[in-house]
């Protein structure tokens, strides 16, 4: 069974918004938890979802695991990646399909804002 893992970012007009979302999708794969590992973005970059599930079923992957890169469940998590998904079920039946949780709370969060914070020259 090869196994991908798909993280899928906001998306952003501003190409210093997309780099960094490309570089933590890089440092995911660098960690090697996955055969593949690819990002997508909701909207306003490319490539989007349907795209880069189509790249993964080209090779080969029968189960996808979508890594949302969001810190809140707002709409993109209730309803637009839940309908995007259940289409993708229904084109792509050979391919098992499940969503993480948002990245959400997590105490080393706070620690990396108070780390900003302190970065101020004051």
Known sequence: ?????????????????????????EEVRSRGAFAYVEGAH??????GIEETVKL??????????????FLYEGVHL????????????????DIEFRMAKPIGFEPVLAD???KRVSEITV
């Open 112 to 114: 990396i804002l108070l």
């Open 56 to 69: 993964l079923a080209e090779k080969n992957v029968n189960e996808i695991i979508i890594a949302p890169y």
């Open 78 to 93: 209730k309803k637009d990646i839940p309908d995007i998904m259940a289409q993708l079920v229904s084109d792509y039946p």
């Open 1 to 25: 069974m090869e196994r991908g893992l798909l993280v899928v970012g906001h998306g952003s007009r501003s190409e210093d918004a997309v780099a960094v979302f490309r570089q933590i999708v």
């Open 42 to 47: 909701m909207e306003l970059a490319e490539p």
